[in-house]
Nanobody, 124 residues
Framework: VQLQASGGGSVQAGGSLRLSCAAS????????MGWFRQTPGAEREFVAK????????DYADSVKGRFTIARENAKNTVYLQMNSLKPEDTAVYYC??????????????????WGQGTLVTVSS
């Protein structure tokens, strides 16, 4: 099982980044996918999630209207488009996969598989 996250980097406030997470070793289309983020000393924080089919998405209030999650099941890949970035978005971003019911998939402890994380730094 592998989740390979990429696309992080440094950007100025107001800029954009697109994160990708390529999955392998498990039936990707059977898993709810999520993005979380974490800063030093803090717990992993929910950012966005998407249903198995991609028909529904949900976001943390802090990113709603600025971030968009999407998936391509044919490519075993989930994306996070981040626009209008703010310094407080600075964190390590993790993609995760879970078989739990969608209503519980905002909880980090529900995720069995995690990517290695990709650092996003937003400067003011």
């Amino acid at each position: 099982v592998q989740l390979q996250a990429s696309g992080g980097g440094s950007v100025q406030a107001g800029g954009s980044l697109r994160l990708s997470c390529a999955a392998s070793g498990f039936p990707f289309r059977n898993y709810v996918m999520g993005w979380f983020r974490q800063t030093p000393g803090a717990e992993r924080e929910f950012v966005a999630k998407i249903t198995r089919s991609g028909s529904a998405t949900d976001y943390a209030d802090s990113v709603k209207g600025r971030f968009t999650i999407a998936r391509e099941n044919a490519k075993n890949t989930v994306y996070l488009q981040m626009n209008s970035l703010k310094p407080e978005d600075t964190a390590v971003y993790y993609c995760g996969a879970t078989t739990t019911i969608y209503s519980r998939s905002s909880e980090a402890e529900q995720y069995g598989y995690w990517g290695q994380g990709t650092l996003v730094t937003v400067s003011s």
